[in-house]
C-alpha cells in the first residue's frame, strides 16, 4: 500500500468553518495535475480533506446523541448539517468530474485505483441535473412518511405512549396483554395506511422518472448503478429469493412449530412471536459499561488475543461524552442514562482514525451483541488505519457488516470463558446461544421479502394500489412466518408500510442479508477449521478496507460471494445441526 504524507490540510483546522475549507477544495479545483503521480497526491491531499469535514461531522454528532439535552450540541449538529454538505455537494461534484476525468487521462496503476474509479465515474455519469429537484420532492416526501410515523401513539392503560415502547409489551407473558397491545399498534398503524399508500404512489412514479432521464429503462438497473452495486446483478438477488423461499423459510416455521409447542397454544398467532418460550425472566448478564467490556475481552481472548487486545485499546467502557470532553470524547459510551440518543453505533473518526462506540447498555443479553456488534465495525475502522484514501477505509455494507455480524457469532462458543457473561452458568449460555443462531437466520426471509417487493415495484411502474397489495400478499405467503392471520386480514395487507427503507432507501435491506450469509460462513469456517484459521481470514479481509472488489473481499475471508441456495443450504443445516446439540 502507497504512504503518501501530506501536511495539505493544516493539522488545527476547524471543518465546521466554510471559509476555512471552501479555499481548500477550490485549490484541488484548480492545481495543475499532469502525472499519475500528481494525480495520487492529488486524491490523497482530496481525501484528507474529506476527512477532515467527515470527522467534523462524527465530532458533532457523536456529542449530540451523548447529550441530548444539551441545546448548544443539537443547535451545532443542525447548524453544520444545513451550511456545509449544500455548499460542498456542488463543489464534490466538480472534484468527481475532475478526477474521473485525470484517472482516465494519466496513466494510474488500474489495480490500486481500479474500486475507486469506477465508483467515481458510475456517479459523474449517473447525475443529471433535471434530476436534482425530483430527488428534493422525494427527500420531502420521505421526511413527511417519516413526520406520519414519529407521531403515531397509542393509550395503553392511561399512558400516551410511542409504537416503539409499546414492543417491551410483546414480551410479556401474558398473552392477552400481548394480543391487546398488538392489536393496539396495529390499529393505529391502519388509520394511516391510505396516507402512506399515497406517498409511496409519488415516490415509485418519481424514482421511475429519475432513472429514465438518466437513461435507464427502469428505476431497478439505475439504482444498482447509484449503489455502486457492480459485482451482483438483479439475478443474483432472485436467487437469494428463492433460497429464502425454498430453504429458510420452511426452517423459521419448522422453529415456530416448536415455539408453538413450547407455548402450549392451539394455534400461534403474531403475539406470540416474541415471547420467551419457556416464560423465563430476561438474562442479564452484566452490570455497567465497564463490566460489558471486561467480558466482552474476556470473550475475545478466549476466541483470540489479538481481537481482545484491539478492544482494550478503546478503553474500560466507563467513559462518558460531555460538554467537557466533546471535542476528544473517551472512545467508548455505553451506559444507558436520561439525555441519551436511542439506539447503538460505531463512528470512525476518519481523520485521526480512531473509532467511537455508541450504545445504550442495560444489562440485558441484547446488549452484548450490540456490543460485540460494534466491536466487529471497530475492528474494521483499526485494520484500516494505515490506508491512504478514505474511499478505501470504509468497505460497502455487504462486506462491512460481516465485520460485524460474524462477531456474534464467532464470540458466542467464548461467552462463558473465565471473567465472560456466563461463566458457570451452562443454561443461560446454551439459551444464548440458541437465541443468537435462531436470529441470526430467521431475519432472512423478510429480507426476501422487502426486496423481492422492490424489484416488483420497479419492475411494474404503472401498478395500482390493489396490484401492489396482491403482490405483497402473495409475497408474505411465499416467505412469511408460522403463525395465523385469522381474523387479521385487514392489519395484513398493508404490513410492508413499516419498512422504513423502503421509503428513503430503495433497495437497500438485501446488503445485511449478504453480509450475514458471509458471517456464518466464517463461523462455519471456525468450527472446521477452528478459530485461529477463521480469524486470520477476517483479518486478512478486513484489513483490505473497501479497496478491492466485493467478491474480493469475500474470498480474501475465504467465503464464495454466492447467496444463491446451494450456499444457504449449507449454512442453514449446520445450524439446524448446532441448534439440535443445544440442551433447552
Ligand atoms: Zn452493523
Known amino acids: 500500500m502507497p504512504t503518501i504524507n501530506t501536511t495539505f490540510v493544516p493539522a488545527d483546522i476547524d471543518a465546521t468553518d466554510l471559509a476555512q475549507i471552501e479555499p481548500l477544495y477550490q485549490e484541488l479545483l484548480d492545481r495543475s495535475v499532469t502525472s499519475a503521480a500528481e494525480l495520487e497526491t492529488w486524491l490523497v491531499d482530496r481525501s484528507e480533506l474529506d476527512a477532515a469535514c467527515s470527522e467534523a461531522a462524527a465530532l458533532l454528532f457523536i456529542a449530540m446523541t451523548c447529550n441530548t439535552n444539551d441545546e448548544a450540541a443539537s443547535k451545532a449538529y443542525t447548524h453544520f448539517i444545513e451550511t456545509i454538505p449544500p455548499k460542498l455537494k456542488p463543489i464534490a461534484f466538480e472534484l468527481d468530474k475532475r478526477q474521473a476525468k485525470l484517472a482516465s487521462e494519466l ?67 401474558d398473552r392477552a396483554v400481548r394480543e391487546e397491545t398488538w392489536r393496539l399498534v396495529a390499529d393505529r398503524r391502519l388509520q394511516d395506511a391510505q396516507p402512506i399508500n399515497a406517498i409511496y404512489d409519488e415516490m415509485f412514479g418519481l424514482r421511475d422518472k429519475l432513472a429514465r432521464n438518466a437513461g435507464f429503462g427502469s428505476f431497478t438497473s439505475y439504482a444498482f448503478k447509484a449503489k455502486h452495486r457492480f459485482d451482483y446483478t438483479p439475478e443474483h438477488c432472485f436467487a437469494f429469493h428463492e433460497a429464502c423461499e425454498k430453504i429458510v423459510a420452511p426452517f423459521a416455521r419448522r422453529l415456530d412449530e416448536q415455539r408453538r409447542q413450547k407455548l402450549g397454544v392451539e394455534t400461534l398467532r403474531p403475539w406470540d412471536m416474541t415471547v420467551d418460550e419457556l416464560g423465563r425472566e430476561p438474562l442479564m448478564p452484566f452490570d455497567g459499561g465497564a463490566d460489558l467490556v471486561s467480558k466482552s475481552v474476556a470473550a475475545f481472548e478466549s476466541l ?146 422487502i426486496d423481492a417487493f422492490q424489484h416488483w415495484v420497479y419492475a411494474n411502474p404503472t401498478h395500482t394500489r390493489d396490484q401492489r397489495t396482491q403482490e405483497w400478499l402473495s409475497l408474505d405467503k411465499r416467505f412469511g412466518k408460522g403463525f395465523s392471520w385469522q381474523g387479521l386480514e385487514q392489519y395484513r395487507d398493508s404490513g410492508w408500510q413499516k419498512q422504513g427503507h423502503l421509503f428513503g432507501s430503495p433497495f437497500y435491506y438485501i446488503e445485511y442479508g449478504i453480509a450475514q450469509l458471509g458471517a456464518l460462513g466464517l463461523w462455519i469456517r471456525s468450527l472446521e477449521e477452528g478459530p485461529k484459521v477463521a480469524i486470520d481470514a477476517y483479518i486478512n479481509a478486513l484489513s483490505l478496507g473497501g479497496s478491492r472488489p466485493l467478491p474480493e473481499l469475500f474470498a480474501a475471508a475465504g467465503l464464495d460471494f454466492d447467496f444463491g441456495p446451494k450456499t444457504v443450504e449449507k449454512l442453514v443445516a449446520r445450524v439446524e445441526a448446532e441448534l439440535a446439540k443445544l440442551p433447552e
Open 107 to 173: 496513466d494510474l496503476n488500474s489495480a490500486r485505483y481500479e474500486v475507486i474509479n469506477r465508483d467515481t465515474e458510475a456517479d459523474v455519469k449517473l447525475f443529471r441535473p433535471e434530476n436534482v429537484p425530483l430527488e428534493t420532492e422525494l427527500a420531502k416526501l420521505d421526511q413527511k412518511y417519516d413526520t406520519i410515523c414519529g407521531e403515531m401513539m397509542v393509550t395503553y392503560k392511561g399512558d400516551e405512549k410511542t409504537l416503539p415502547q409499546m414492543g417491551v409489551y410483546q414480551e410479556s407473558t
Open 304 to 449: 483470540d488475543p489479538r481481537l481482545a487486545s484491539m478492544l482494550r485499546e478503546l478503553g474500560a467502557g466507563d467513559g462518558r461524552v460531555t460538554a467537557q470532553n466533546m471535542k476528544n470524547p473517551p472512545l467508548l459510551d455505553l451506559d444507558s442514562r436520561k439525555g441519551k440518543a436511542p439506539g447503538g453505533y460505531q463512528y470512525m473518526r476518519d481523520r485521526s482514525r480512531v473509532p467511537f462506540i455508541f450504545m445504550n447498555a442495560a444489562g440485558l443479553h441484547r446488549d452484548l451483541e450490540t456490543m460485540v456488534h460494534e466491536a466487529g465495525h471497530a475492528f474494521h475502522s483499526m485494520l484500516c488505519i494505515d490506508e491512504p484514501l478514505l474511499h478505501y477505509r470504509h468497505s460497502p455494507i455487504e462486506f462491512a457488516e460481516v465485520a460485524s455480524m460474524s462477531m456474534e457469532l464467532l464470540t458466542m462458543p467464548h461467552w462463558d470463558a473465565p471473567g465472560s457473561f456466563y461463566e458457570g452458568k451452562p443454561s443461560d449460555h446454551a439459551r444464548a446461544m440458541r437465541r443468537q443462531l435462531e436470529s441470526s437466520v430467521t431475519l432472512l426471509p423478510w429480507i426476501a421479502t
